[in-house]
C-alpha cells in the first residue's frame, strides 16, 4: 500500500462545491426533462457562424499563424480594442468620453475564470465577501476555496439592497471587522439564480455604500454581467461600473459564453488599472493567457453586423422560452397557496420559493418525487453563502436547454410534484 | 483619492515573475533577432489541417452543438478516451495491457494549467519541492506564488541525479523537514530550459527515490512531458509514469500546444485515481471546463492520420532548425574558451554556458550588447528556483521562432556580444 497523499489546506477547503454533484445527478438521471441545467440553448449555438468565422480567420496563412500561435496572458490587443467599443456601445458611451482604455481589458476563459482570479488576489484566508442571498453558487465556491468568508445581504426583486449592505458594514465596523471587508459581489444583470436585475438606484446606491466604507483600504466592487446581453424587455440599465466616475472601484466581467457559445468560452473583465497588473500575474502562473484562437473567433465575430443578428436570434428564442415558463407557473402553480416566483427581464432562470415547509434539497421527500416524475431542478439553498440556516424551500428553475413544449411539460411535472408533498 | 486596495498575501508572493518581464524586452526590441521566444514554429502552424477539422466538427448541427456548448470540468470523454489510446501508443503499451482508465485523464487549458492546479492542492506554503537546476521558469514561479520553497537537485546532461535527489532527501530527513517534502518536479524529456533529456536509468531511478522516502505520506513526481513528441534523434524513453506500477506516485501531464497549436491550447494530464476528484473540483473553481471546441478539435485531429502527418513536418522543420543553431554554435563559438552547449535530442532549447566571469542576465553588458547587435536571449538565471547565487552565465537558446538562416545570423550576433565583452 502507498503512504497517504496529503493534499493543501486550500484542496480540502474546496471540497465541497454542489456542481460535481448536480452534474452527477444529471447524468444518472438523463431521461428527466432538465429544469437544472445552466445549459444555453441548443437551438441557437452558431454553428454556421463559427464556420463562417473560422474561415475568415484562417483566410490567410498570415492572419491563421496569428491565432494559432500564443498569445499574450491579458489577451489579443485586437480583440481588447474591439472589446472596448463593444463596452462603449453598451453603456451608451461615445468611446471619445470614456477614459478606460483597452489596457485595462483582460480576455479569460469564460468570466468565471476572472471571478476566480479576484478571489485569488484580493482574499486571504478569514476575509469577508459580502453577497446577496441567494447568489451565484460557483463564485460562494470561490471564496469557500480561498478561506473567505461570504456575509450574505438581504436582497429583493430590485437586487442587494443597500441600505441593508450599508448596515451590514455599520456592524462590521462597530465589530472591529471592515478591516476584513476586501469585496462586495453583485451580478447586476438577471442574477444566476434569481433572475433579478439590480435597479437603476441600487446600482449608484452600492457603489456608493463601497466608497463609504472603504477607508483604511478601498472595498471592491465584483460585478458579475455574465448575463447583461440576454435582455428581453424592461430597460436596459448602465453598469454598476458607470457610476463610478473614479474607475477604480468596480471590476467589471462579461462573458460571450451566453451570447456566442459557452464552448468557445471566451469572458473579459474591465478592471481598475492599478489591478491589471496582479491579475495578469495570477493569470500568467495558471495559464499564462486563454487560447488566442478563441480570442480570434469572438474578435471576428464582434467585427461586423453578424454578433448583432446572432444576438437578436438568441435573445428572440430566449424569450419565448421565459415566457413559456411564466405561463407554465400561472398554469400549474398559480393556485398552490405560498408559491411565488420571480419575473425575470433577462437571462436564464426563474427563482421560485415554495411554502417554507417544502424541504426542496437533495435529500427531500419533493426532489425525489420530482425524479421519479421525471424533472429536475436546483435546490436553492445551494445559492446562500455563508448562512447556518439556508432558506430550504425555493428552486431555481432553468429554460435554457428544453423547448416551450418541454418546459411546459417540466413545469406540469414538478407542479404534479409538489402536489404530491403538500397533500 | 482612493484609499488603497489590499492584495491577498498570495498575490504578494505572485508579483516577481520574469515573464512578463521578458514579454516587455521582446516588444521593446521588436526588430532583435528573438533566440529568446518560447514562441512555436510559424511555418509550421496548422491553418490547413485546422480548417480541415473544424469544417468537420462543425458538419452537421449535431456534432457542431456538441463543440459549441459547455463541456464537463475535466473535459470531454470521447476527447479523453482518443487520449488514452494516444497515450499508450507513446508507450509502446497495448491499451488492454494498461490499467489506467480515461476517467484519470483531465484535459486543461495547456499543460500550464496541470502544473499550476498540481501546486494548488498538494502544496502549503513553506512546503519543499525539489527541482531540477536549471528548471522551467513559470513552474517556479507556481511553487512562489502558493508559497513553496523550491530545492534544486544536482542536474546533469542526463538529467536530475537520483542520487543526489537521495541525499538531499536524506539531508531533509535528518533535519526533520521530510513531512515538508510534496513534490518532485521533472521535465523529463528536452527540458525547457536546458534541452536535456532524463536518461532511462535515471526515470527509474527517480521514481524509486519518491517511493523510498514517501513515508508518512506519499512524494509525488509531477512529469512534465511537454515536449516528448518533438523528438528528433536519439532513443524514444518510455515515461517516468511507466516506471510507477502502482500509478500511484506520477502525475504526467502533456501538451498539444507544441505539435498542433498553441493559439488551441490544449493539454492533459494522467493522474493517480485518487487526485482525479481534488484537480476537478480545483479546476471547477477557476473554470469549470477548458474550451469545449477546441477539445473537439484535439479530438478531430487525433482520430485519423492528420495528426501523425502533421507531427513529422514539425519534427522535421525543428530537426532542421535545431542543426542549423548546433552548426552556428560549432562555427562561431567553438573557438571561445569555456563556453559549451548541451545538444538536444528534441525540443525547443539549446543550453549554453560561458565562462563564470560573463554575466548573462538583463542588466549584464552582455545583455545590453546582444540588443545593440539585434539579437535577445533568456538569461539563465531565471531558470534557477530557490538558490540565493544562481548561476549567471548561462542563456537559454530557442530555435522555434527563427529560421535556419535568421537562427545562423542571430548565433553570429550572439559570438560577436560575447566576443565583445570578454575583450
Not at 503512504?3 to 489546506?9: E, G, R, T, V, Y
Not at 438606484?201 to 466592487?221: F, G, L, P, T, Y
Not at 462573458?255 to 489591478?275: A, C, D, H, N, Y
Not at 445551494?382 to 425555493?394: D, S
Amino acid at each position: 500500500m502507498s503512504s497517504p497523499i496529503l493534499l493543501s489546506q486550500r484542496s480540502h477547503q474546496a471540497r465541497d462545491l454542489p456542481i460535481s454533484f448536480l452534474m452527477q445527478q444529471a447524468v444518472e438521471n438523463r431521461d428527466c426533462l432538465s429544469l437544472a441545467a445552466g445549459l444555453v440553448d441548443p437551438d441557437t449555438l452558431p454553428v454556421n457562424v463559427t464556420k463562417e468565422v473560422v474561415a475568415r480567420v484562417l483566410a490567410t496563412k498570415e492572419s491563421g499563424n496569428r491565432a494559432l500561435q500564443y498569445g499574450t496572458t491579458p489577451g489579443s490587443e485586437a480583440l481588447r480594442e474591439q472589446l472596448l467599443k463593444h463596452f462603449c456601445k453598451l453603456e451608451g458611451l461615445p468611446e471619445s468620453q470614456t477614459s478606460v482604455s483597452a489596457e485595462q481589458i483582460i480576455c479569460t476563459t469564460g468570466s468565471q475564470q476572472l471571478l476566480s482570479i479576484t478571489s485569488e488576489i484580493l482574499l486571504n484566508p478569514g476575509d469577508i465577501c459580502m453577497v446577496a442571498g441567494p447568489t451565484y453558487f460557483v463564485f460562494a465556491g470561490n471564496l469557500v476555496g480561498v478561506g473567505a468568508r461570504p456575509i450574505t445581504v438581504r436582497t429583493d426583486e430590485q437586487g442587494m439592497d443597500p441600505q441593508a449592505l450599508d448596515l451590514a458594514l455599520a456592524d462590521l465596523n462597530a465589530a472591529g471587522q471592515l478591516d476584513l471587508v476586501k469585496l462586495i459581489y453583485v451580478v447586476s444583470y438577471y442574477d444566476n439564480p434569481s433572475g433579478v436585475c439590480v435597479s437603476a438606484e441600487r446600482r449608484k446606491a452600492i457603489v456608493d455604500v463601497a466608497k463609504k466604507w472603504s477607508r483604511n483600504h478601498r472595498i471592491m466592487v465584483l460585478e458579475d454581467a455574465a448575463y447583461r446581453e440576454l435582455h428581453y424587455d424592461g430597460p436596459e440599465l448602465p453598469s454598476l461600473w458607470s457610476y463610478d466616475d473614479t474607475q477604480s472601484y468596480v471590476i467589471y466581467t462579461q462573458t460571450f459564453s451566453k451570447t456566442v457559445s459557452p464552448g468557445i468560452r471566451v469572458g473579459f473583465g474591465i478592471v481598475p488599472q492599478e489591478l491589471v497588473a496582479p491579475i495578469c500575474e495570477r493569470k500568467g502562473n495558471e495559464d499564462f493567457g486563454s487560447a488566442n484562437f478563441n480570442q480570434a473567433i469572438i474578435q471576428e465575430v464582434l467585427s461586423d453586423g453578424l454578433y448583432a443578428e446572432h444576438l437578436e436570434k438568441v435573445k428572440a428564442s430566449y424569450r419565448r422560452k421565459r415566457d413559456a415558463m411564466l405561463e407554465a407557473a400561472d398554469q400549474y402553480f398559480s393556485d398552490l397557496d405560498g408559491v411565488s416566483w420571480v419575473h425575470p427581464h433577462g437571462g436564464l432562470y426563474v427563482w421560485m420559493s415554495l411554502p417554507k415547509e417544502v424541504v426542496t434539497d437533495f435529500r427531500s421527500p419533493l426532489f425525489q418525487e420530482a425524479v421519479n416524475k421525471g424533472v429536475m431542478y436546483v435546490p436553492g439553498s445551494f445559492a446562500y453563502a455563508g448562512l447556518e440556516m439556508p432558506p430550504n424551500h425555493q428552486m431555481r428553475l432553468s429554460y435554457g436547454v428544453l423547448d416551450p413544449a418541454g418546459i411546459n411539460e417540466g413545469m406540469r411535472r414538478l407542479a404534479e410534484s409538489v402536489r404530491v408533498v403538500l397533500r
